[in-house]
């Protein structure tokens, strides 16, 4: 039987939605912050398949097609920014100035750490774009000189991380705005911080939504700077 569903191309894909699906069942019952359905589903995929022996390759044959429909889902997200338009004009430069600012100290965060424990340059540009989309994320860390696993892996924990931490940050802080909760998601763990931002409300959702693609497009021009002074 175990043969049967692992032969099958679509095994990685369907495997893939059924291990979300009970994350999303356990946080819905218990509501905890740490159940996040993606790091639920990404610890079910590797736990089933060390136990399993099955292939990583058996797996991804069938999972590579769910990566198909990254570029519509993010492009439905710009629906709650179009119905949110004009918060977005009401509070333009406050927008601008925050992620802007989030996205330069990101960098330094990021130095700050790499040089405290002294690890090399490659280590260090895959990991400057992290807090971004990975299609975005993968390009500048090429253009760096980064290695593409590491970034993908830097992108994977700064999302879920994310999403798992910034309710706590966000309660912690008494951050009651939606403009801010909704930022705050977008800028630091992309689309996956989106879809916490989403549980909080439509502004949220616009907001993170928008600060996806702002952030993207500014640590396209500001990490290649920080990076030149290293």
């Known amino acids: 039987m175990a043969n049967i569903l692992t032969d099958s191309i679509y095994f990685g894909m369907f495997f893939s939605i059924f291990a979300f699906w009970i994350g999303f069942q356990i946080q819905k019952k218990w509501k905890n912050p740490f159940l996040n359905p993606m790091l639920i589903s990404v610890v079910l995929i590797i736990s089933t398949l060390l136990v399993t022996k099955i292939p990583f390759s058996t797996y991804q044959n069938g999972a590579k097609y769910l990566s198909y429909f990254l570029t519509p889902v993010t492009v439905c997200l710009a629906v709650p920014l179009y119905k949110q338009i004009q918060v977005l004009k009401d509070n333009l430069v ?70 798992v931490v910034g309710p706590f940050v966000i309660k912690l802080c008494h951050i009651e705005e939606p403009v801010a909760q909704g930022l705050a998601f977008g800028s630091a763990s992309h689309a996956i911080g989106t879809s916490k931002a989403i549980e909080y409300g439509e502004i949220q959702a616009a907001m993170s939504s928008l600060a996806i693609v702002v952030t993207g497009l500014m640590t396209v021009v500001i990490v290649p700077i920080i990076a030149s002074f290293l």
């Open 94 to 163: 406050a927008v601008l100035v925050s992620i802007g600012i989030g996205c330069i100290a990101h960098g330094i965060i990021v130095i700050g750490i790499m040089t405290a424990f002294h690890m090399d340059h490659a280590l260090l540009y895959s990991l400057l774009p992290k807090s971004i989309t990975t299609a975005i994320a993968l390009g500048v860390s090429a253009e760096l000189g980064g290695i593409s696993g590491i970034t993908v892996i830097g992108v994977m924990i700064a999302g879920i991380g994310g999403a």
